[in-house]
């Protein structure tokens, strides 16, 4: 074994798996899952001690899960464990608005009930989401969890990927997926570059629990700001993601909860009755980063890894969820003609499929979140202009029904309700 | 590992290392086959499923199949069928393809048979497989129903004999000889010879004088909006690929 080439062509091999996850967030572990069903060896490396993850009480963090990302979640067979606590949003009403005033009479409304395909999403809890993954990890018999383990290198070969972990183990797999968020190392290391801007926004991010019924509605008021959504979660509670400047965000943030909550009343008004503060409260600083490149040799990005978007639309975990369900069904069609599932080949594949839309993704909520997110009072009347014409005709409003349920573009097929 | 390289010098090896590169670059130098690759592997794998009741997505769908590639090239279908589970020679008529092959089949892990010989002379050795591969050679021979007839003796009885090539006509002139080879550059210029392009019935006609039984055809359709290759039942104006089996 003195040959290098020869050493080298030994561990490529047998590699110890078909594909190495980087990231046991939740887009890691859905395509570990997807590719898991269809017979592949995963190994899913994060970081993070898995202990940690498990059982946790509601903390304040929720997701928008479109209607085609529900469809790859029962694909998957992790609805079953969501529906009970998922809450379905049947309207979507979007409104212009300044702190202390009503809305404008212009707004948009969106009703599920113009399109045939049912609810346009649902609200699902991060924990409980979180829980499902790692349940359905630990059932299959095709996923390694190597939890509390970093990448520290990696080195793509003719035929296979090895991996270098903070033990100094190596790990060989034919494919590497970088689910590793937007400071991926994953891309990193294959020398994928990245572009990346910072809104000058937080989110700040709670739920709170109201006197009134939400009625399934999604409000969403474009304040000068930033934007504010009021998602419904189950029975009288509503996940709030409240975008501000940096400089309004820290001041709210260290302010205490009943002050907190004191800075968010005035913001959408009494619709909902009197409001009280459940769960912890989360900071995101809000920007965007998008790589210029989704693969390379051997190497596939997916989620905030390849694009991270403004959630001003909800739509950063659903963009994620088309990432997996694309790649998956070109690796899964890559299988059953006998290519290689890691060839630049194969891969350019998911990346043609992909970046187009995700880049279109970054550009709309940037243009959208430059427009809302100021006082500028001709921005102002032109956009309520906008959102009344828009309202105003049954086929554009469909259009944007269809967008916000995921159900525009090319739909891998686990969005189409398919199997894989 | 080291009784495959065996008295191979290392620089010959690196020669062939960065020739197999060349071949699986899907950028480079083979660009358009890469590029029709997928729609191929498609007809070819549902054809041999179909054919011998195999499920594609079972692992080793094509075990205890013996499949021949004839021209295989760098392995660009060898390869394939061989991660299916099926045990493959891949035989090709340049020489220097062999060696380029077999590095790469063991750089990705895979055992495949390669041969620097021919269909004729692998029958007069009575080789016998269950599949064989023909794909963009009929169309450079110079005796194509000699040719398909050695083609057929090295077929079982029952055997499947997949067959793709050019149509003649105007179209395919300047899609494949104006288009491929000048405009594009996909191929050099030379590769192919018009006159020696066959039409789909001429096709069926030598296949049945061989002594195949012709079962389908379709075409491959390049899609310059998508920018990909798809099967067409109607379209077989300039790529087409047929299906025929032998008599048992």
Known sequence: MDNPCCALILDVMNTDTDIAVIGGGLNGPLLALAMASQGHRVTVIDATAQSVRKNAAFDGRSYAVALTSQRLLAGLGLWDQLADNAQAMLEIKVTDGRAGEGPSPFFMHFDHAEIEEGPMGYMVQDRHLRRALIDAMDASDHITQLSGHAVTGQRAHPAGITLTLDNGKLLTARLAVGADGRASGTAQRAGIKRIAWSYDQTALVCAIEHDLPHHGIAHQFFMPQGPLAILPLPGNVSSIVWSETDANARAFNALPDADYIDMLRPRFGDFLGDIRLTGKRWTYPLGLSLTTEMVADRVALIGDAAHGVHPIAGQGLNAGMRDIAALAEVLTDATRRGEDIGSVATLARYQEWRRFDNTALAMATNAFNRLFSNDNPILRIGRDIGMGVIGALPGLRRGAIREAAGLTGELPRLMQGKPL | ?248
């Open chain 2, 1 to 248: 590992m080291q009784a495959h390289h065996g008295t191979v010098d290392p620089a010959e090896v690196a020669k062939f290392e960065a020739m197999a590169a060349e071949w699986w670059d899907p950028t480079g130098k083979f660009k358009p086959l890469h590029m029709l690759n997928p729609c191929r592997l498609d007809y070819i794998t549902t054809q041999i499923a179909a054919e011998f009741e195999r499920d594609l997505k079972a692992p080793d769908a094509f075990a205890g199949l013996r499949i021949l590639d004839i021209g295989c090239g760098g392995g660009l279908l060898a390869e394939p069928m061989a991660r299916l589970g099926a045990d493959v020679v891949g035989a090709d008529a340049a020489a220097g393809n062999i060696p380029v092959a077999q590095v790469h089949a063991q750089q990705s892990g895979l055992e495949i048979d390669y041969r620097h010989t021919t269909a004729e002379d692998m029958a007069a050795a009575d080789e016998q497989f269950d599949v064989v591969l023909n794909m963009e050679v009929v169309e450079h021979v110079s005796d194509p129903l000699a040719y398909l007839t050695a083609c057929r003796e090295l077929l079982k009885p029952g055997g499947l004999h997949i067959c793709s090539t050019l149509n003649r006509n105007p179209k395919s002139f300047a899609m494949a000889i104006i288009g491929a080879e000048h405009i594009m550059r996909w191929l050099p210029k030379g590769t192919h010879e018009w006159s020696k392009f066959i039409t789909p019935d001429e096709l069926f006609d030598l296949l049945k004088r061989a002594g195949l039984e012709p079962v389908d055809r379709q075409g491959f359709v390049f899609n310059p909006l998508t920018w990909a290759w798809r099967l067409s039942d109607r379209d077989l104006s300039v790529n087409y690929v047929t299906a025929s089996l032998k008599p048992r």
